[in-house]
């Protein structure tokens, strides 16, 4: 028979016990730290995903809000609402081509009564409904009526009430838009948090999970304060939360709601005044804390086996009291794998820093490549239009010799007068070359990056000089009349030249073999400063993908370029802090717009 282990001395044994003590405390004080981490930096990403659907949800909303006071000048709505005279055919067809413009599920016109005069479609909503009664009773007292409740139809509903005014002062009708809430939520309903919007009484009323919907955390929702309905029966039920914690101050919520919904959310909230509401995310935290298990798990098993090493080393060391030479050669043999692995982390820095100066020196690469590519842009401009530059060089160049031959006869024939005539035309060709120079030098020199104030009207003077050969050659009617005033923007004066000239060139291009040819430029002051650039070509086939890099509409085998043009003066724009719009418009043709920010007050060209 094997003989039974022997017992620890007690010493021994009290040791032991202490270091499994201390192990543990360790453990758990790794775990408790790995938590508090993990939920402080899963809290902070929480409150930026929910401010960002809070400012969507807002700001979605304040588009309708706008577009309910906008419709109250309207000059066929306003007559229509004080006097009862007017066209409300006119009025419904203006009101149904704004709801599909925006999304809106319906857009009504009221009058002082209540009464429905004009509406984006047959409804059957009046006063008799106490959610459209109380938006028109606010906008009847002059303000901005705003409501959220479920209509008749179930359906959830935000809706705005513009108040109208007549020319005495008060309100004569109201402007109501009333837009669907599951349109407004549905961008979001594949986003990977939980985020959901309660009303004054807890009942979720916006969210992007289904399973939420309506779910109302006690006590029971009691009616809306401001027009006293209640959610129907059917439609509510209990919240899927059924036990909370607050570990270090954070709001952790057990759920059991299905698949889309986490087991166990970190719940924070943000107040919403401006819309009424109260919006919610739930965070899946239990990755964070079974992180926090793991890290305590390896702790404690780091220190089980570093106490086991230290009992085996104990042991060996007194089984082995009297053999120096092999604790001596053990000693060594632990030194050298000190030095292995202390150079091996050497290595590992040496190896990082070589990292560290690769990539620096790609991202200089980059940023030569980036300069090169621009320089290569307006090379390619430059070299498509040089030949109708060179003829407009050419030619006054011409008439020059002919009316220096003519002054000189003029002379011998002593008619100085005629002779002063001919220099005279000679001084203004000469004039009209050193514009087209200039503007040329201008173009083509290598600008400083940088942004500075720019006069927005002589950037586009100088780029319709550098134009205006090939829109003479194609017969194109330009439509541009200068600002009374300098309009002076944030930006680059070659690079803004740069940009238009490749947007003019491409309007030209659309607008080949077309018998309507028309370019139309128009800049308009404000915050921000936009310019628009309009032809009547063949429109844009892919708006959405218009300002991709390589992307072309040309046939292959053009002279054109590779479809960058676009690509690089929509990223010339965002280096300004702008931005580049396209769009086709109603009549035929596309509409580029360029928003720049406008130079501050004071400001120097």
């Given at each position: 028979?094997?003989?039974?282990?022997?017992?620890?001395?007690?010493?021994?044994?009290?040791?032991?016990?202490?270091?499994?003590?201390?192990?543990?405390?360790?453990?758990?004080?790794?775990?408790?730290?790995?938590?508090?981490?993990?939920?402080?930096?899963?809290?902070?990403?929480?409150?930026?995903?929910?401010?960002?659907?809070?400012?969507?949800?807002?700001?979605?909303?304040?588009?309708?809000?706008?577009?309910?006071?906008?419709?109250?000048?309207?000059?066929?709505?306003?007559?229509?609402?004080?006097?009862?005279?007017?066209?409300?055919?006119?009025?419904?067809?203006?009101?149904?081509?704004?709801?599909?413009?925006?999304?809106?599920?319906?857009?009504?016109?009221?009058?002082?009564?209540?009464?429905?005069?004009?509406?984006?479609?047959?409804?059957?909503?009046?006063?008799?409904?106490?959610?459209?009664?109380?938006?028109?009773?606010?906008?009847?007292?002059?303000?901005?009526?705003?409501?959220?409740?479920?209509?008749?139809?179930?359906?959830?509903?935000?809706?705005?009430?513009?108040?109208?005014?007549?020319?005495?002062?008060?309100?004569?009708?109201?402007?109501?838009?009333?837009?669907?809430?599951?349109?407004?939520?549905?961008?979001?309903?594949?986003?990977?948090?939980?985020?959901?919007?309660?009303?004054?009484?807890?009942?979720?009323?916006?969210?992007?999970?289904?399973?939420?919907?309506?779910?109302?955390?006690?006590?029971?929702?009691?009616?809306?304060?401001?027009?006293?309905?209640?959610?129907?029966?059917?439609?509510?039920?209990?919240?899927?939360?059924?036990?909370?914690?607050?570990?270090?101050?954070?709001?952790?919520?057990?759920?059991?709601?299905?698949?889309?919904?986490?087991?166990?959310?970190?719940?924070?909230?943000?107040?919403?005044?401006?819309?009424?509401?109260?919006?919610?995310?739930?965070?899946?935290?239990?990755?964070?804390?079974?992180?926090?298990?793991?890290?305590?798990?390896?702790?404690?098993?780091?220190?089980?086996?570093?106490?086991?090493?230290?009992?085996?080393?104990?042991?060996?060391?007194?089984?082995?009291?009297?053999?120096?030479?092999?604790?001596?050669?053990?000693?060594?043999?632990?030194?050298?794998?000190?030095?292995?692995r202390t150079q091996a982390l050497s290595d590992a820095v040496d190896r990082l820093q070589n990292e560290v100066q690769e990539r620096m020196e790609a991202e200089a690469a980059l940023k030569r490549a980036q300069a090169e590519l621009l320089r290569a842009g307006k090379l390619s401009a430059l070299g498509q239009m040089s030949a109708g530059i060179s003829h407009e060089l050419n030619q006054p160049l011409m008439a020059i010799r002919s009316y220096a031959e003519n002054g000189a006869a003029f002379l011998a024939r002593s008619q100085p007068d005629r002779a002063a005539e001919n220099l005279g035309r000679i001084g203004d060709l000469a004039g009209r070359m050193g514009r087209i120079i200039r503007a040329l030098r201008a173009f083509a020199r290598q600008e400083v990056e940088g942004v500075a104030d720019v006069d927005l009207t002589a950037v586009v003077t100088a780029a319709l000089e550098l134009t205006e050969p090939r829109l003479r050659q194609e017969g194109v009617t330009l439509h541009w009349t200068p600002p009374p005033a300098p309009v002076l923007v944030k930006g680059g004066e070659v690079r803004l030249q740069q940009v238009l000239v490749n947007l003019v060139a491409n309007a030209l291009d659309a607008m080949a073999g077309r018998e309507d040819r028309v370019l139309t430029l128009d800049i308009r002051p404000g915050a921000p400063v936009r310019l628009m650039v309009r032809d009547t070509g063949s429109g844009i086939a892919e708006p959405e993908r218009i300002f991709d890099p390589f992307y072309s509409t040309k046939e292959v085998g053009q002279s054109e370029g590779m479809g960058l043009g676009l690509a690089i003066s929509d990223r010339i724009i965002q280096s300004f802090g702008g931005r580049i719009l396209a769009r086709n418009r109603d009549g035929g043709g596309a509409e580029f717009t360029v928003e720049l920010p406008p130079a501050a007050a004071g400001g120097a060209a």
């Open positions: 028979m094997r003989p039974l282990p022997r017992p620890l001395p007690r010493p021994r044994a009290a040791v032991f016990a202490l270091y499994l003590l201390a192990v543990a405390g360790a453990a758990a004080g790794v775990g408790w730290y790995a938590l508090r981490d993990g939920l402080a930096k899963l809290s902070d990403r929480a409150e930026a995903d929910l401010s960002l659907a809070a400012d969507q949800l807002t700001g979605q909303l304040e588009r309708f809000r706008e577009l309910a006071v906008l419709l109250t000048d309207h000059p066929v709505l306003a007559p229509l609402a004080e006097t009862g005279t007017g066209d409300a055919a006119a009025a419904g067809r203006l009101l149904l081509k704004e709801a599909d413009r925006t999304g809106s599920d319906e857009i009504l016109l009221l009058d002082r009564s209540g009464t429905i005069i004009a509406s984006s479609r047959a409804s059957d909503m009046g006063l008799h409904d106490p959610t459209l009664a109380t938006v028109f009773a606010q906008a009847m007292h002059g303000t901005l009526g705003f409501s959220h409740a479920v209509g008749g139809d179930r359906k959830r509903v935000f809706l705005y009430a513009a108040p109208v005014f007549g020319a005495a002062g008060p309100a004569v009708g109201a402007v109501v838009v009333r837009l669907d809430a599951g349109r407004i939520e549905a961008p979001s309903r594949g986003d990977a948090q939980t985020v959901f919007f309660t009303d004054a009484r807890g009942v979720v009323f916006v969210t992007n999970r289904s399973e939420l919907l309506f779910s109302a955390r006690p006590p029971a929702p009691a009616p809306y304060p401001s027009f006293g309905l209640a959610y129907p029966a059917a439609l509510l039920r209990p919240f899927p939360a059924f036990r909370a914690h607050r570990p270090f101050g954070h709001d952790l919520w057990w759920m059991a709601a299905g698949p889309y919904l986490p087991r166990l959310g970190l719940h924070l909230t943000r107040p919403l005044p401006v819309v009424e509401m109260q919006g919610e995310i739930l965070v899946d935290a239990l990755p964070t804390v079974e992180v926090a298990g793991l890290q305590a798990a390896v702790a404690a098993a780091v220190g089980l086996v570093f106490g086991a090493v230290l009992v085996a080393l104990g042991e060996r060391r007194r089984a082995l009291a009297a053999r120096l030479e092999t604790e001596a050669r053990l000693t060594t043999q632990l030194e050298h794998r000190v030095e292995e």
